[in-house]
Nanobody
Framework: QVHLVESGGGLVQAGGSLRLSCAASGRTFSSYAMGWFRHAPGKDREFVAAIIWGGSNTYYAGSVKGRFTISRDNAKDTVYLQMNSLKPEDTAVYYC???????????????WGQGTQVTVSS
């Protein structure tokens, strides 16, 4: 089992930055691919970013590419999502997840955090 806890959400003005953290406990963190998803009211859960194994492979949704950066620190069992140039449309609950079969399909992830709210005001 892997237990995931997100933190770092909050209220920020458009153009601002936030860094989300996802702390993992349980089984060996470094063996898992990790992903970030977001869920806004009235919308489907959306893939944001994923990082594979040691961190050499990263993937991003087109809507966040160039603004968001996913990274991981295996020594701290933590994955991060640095979010810059935030837009009101980035407002959502952000979730980290682990151990997917398909990194951009939320249905294939085995472990989820509880989510953290990000609100971007215009």
């Amino acid at each position: 089992q892997v237990h995931l806890v997100e933190s770092g959400g909050g209220l920020v003005q458009a153009g601002g930055s936030l860094r989300l953290s996802c702390a993992a406990s349980g089984r060996t963190f470094s063996s898992y691919a990790m992903g970030w998803f977001r869920h806004a009211p009235g919308k489907d859960r959306e893939f944001v970013a994923a990082i594979i194994w040691g961190g050499s492979n990263t993937y991003y949704a087109g809507s966040v590419k160039g603004r968001f950066t996913i990274s991981r620190d295996n020594a701290k069992d933590t994955v991060y999502l640095q979010m810059n140039s935030l837009k009101p449309e980035d407002t959502a609950v952000y979730y980290c997840a682990a151990d997917p079969r398909d990194y951009n399909d939320y249905r294939t992830y085995n472990y989820w955090g509880q989510g953290t709210q990000v609100t971007v005001s215009s």
